[in-house]
């Protein structure tokens, strides 16, 4: 997968987290890694509604090849609040299969 790729899919991970669409991302891991109510527990533990990163972040993506599983990449994205960058972060595994990508929400961090 590409940098862009990996960009694109982190947004929409981060656009579905916003928008409280817990089901539709579930969905879209196809059950892999939180449930929608482990995703909509832990976006509640931060305390204000997430709101889309600035577009400078999404230049700057902590993204870290897995060892040993070629074409499978680590993000880390920090959550975002109307008061600005929060120390919370959604961590996915995103690799692809027949061409699509395939994520992986492995954990959200609330600090």
Same mark, same amino acid.
């Given at each position: 997968?590409?940098?862009?790729?990996?960009?694109?899919?982190?947004?929409?991970?981060?656009?579905?987290l916003v928008e409280r669409r817990f089901e539709e991302l579930?969905?879209?891991?196809?059950?892999?890694?939180?449930?929608?109510?482990?995703?909509?527990?832990?976006?509640?533990?931060?305390?204000?509604?997430?709101v889309m990163p600035p577009e400078s972040v999404w230049h700057?993506?902590?993204?870290?090849? *897995?060892?040993?599983?070629? @074409?499978?990449?680590?993000?880390?994205? !920090?959550?975002?609040?109307? =008061?600005?960058?929060?120390?919370?972060?959604?961590?996915?595994? *995103?690799?692809?299969?027949? @061409?699509?990508?395939?994520?992986?929400? !492995?954990?959200?961090?609330? =600090?």
């Open positions: 997968m590409s940098p862009n790729d990996l960009t694109l899919v982190a947004k929409h991970v981060m656009k579905l579930e969905e879209a891991t196809g059950g892999e890694g939180l449930s929608a109510a482990d995703m909509e527990g832990a976006v509640d533990e931060v305390g204000s509604a997430l700057d993506l902590r993204i870290t090849p *897995v060892r040993n599983w070629p @074409g499978t990449f680590n993000l880390r994205l !920090d959550l975002w609040t109307a =008061r600005g960058r929060t120390s919370n972060t959604v961590e996915l595994t *995103v690799h692809g299969r027949d @061409g699509r990508p395939v994520i992986e929400v !492995d954990d959200i961090i609330v =600090r």
